[in-house]
């Protein structure tokens, strides 16, 4: 049985930092497509990022140079380390993976495992 457990999530001002962590179990993460979602209230589920085995990465435009996914294979571990947070920034975030190549290209509909989530709250 997979499980994807998110924790690392909180509230922080403007300019702030948060490492998201994602516990991953039933599956071996550097074997997969493995990424960070988020969802705000009123709006739909968007990618922020991801990665493989190979340690290729993928970038949503509006996390670029703030935000660095990367992955613990010992721990099975996934993380997401924010920096410079802005209040847009706000929102559930979710790991998520995939057996879907190329990594890139992987549409959320393919992303079969999902965790539960963590929150962050960014206050102006």
């Known amino acids: 049985q997979v499980q994807l457990v998110e924790s690392g999530g909180g509230s922080v001002q403007a300019g702030g930092s948060l490492r998201l962590s994602c516990a991953a179990s039933?599956?071996?993460?550097?074997?997969?497509?493995v990424g960070w979602f988020r969802q705000a209230p009123g709006k739909e589920r968007e990618g922020v990022a991801t990665?493989?085995?190979?340690?290729?990465?993928t970038y949503a435009d509006s996390v670029k140079g703030r935000f660095t996914i990367s992955q613990d294979n010992a721990k099975n571990t996934l993380y997401l380390q924010m920096s410079s947070l802005k209040p847009e920034d706000t929102a559930m975030y979710y790991c998520?993976?995939?057996?879907?190549?190329?990594?890139?290209?992987?549409?959320?509909?393919?992303?079969?495992?999902w965790g539960q989530g963590t929150q962050v709250t960014v206050s102006s």
């Open positions: 998520a993976a995939t057996n879907f190549f190329p990594c890139a290209r992987a549409p959320r509909s393919e992303f079969a495992y």
């Open positions: 039933g599956v071996t993460i550097n074997s997969r497509c």
């Open positions: 990665i493989v085995g190979d340690g290729t990465t």
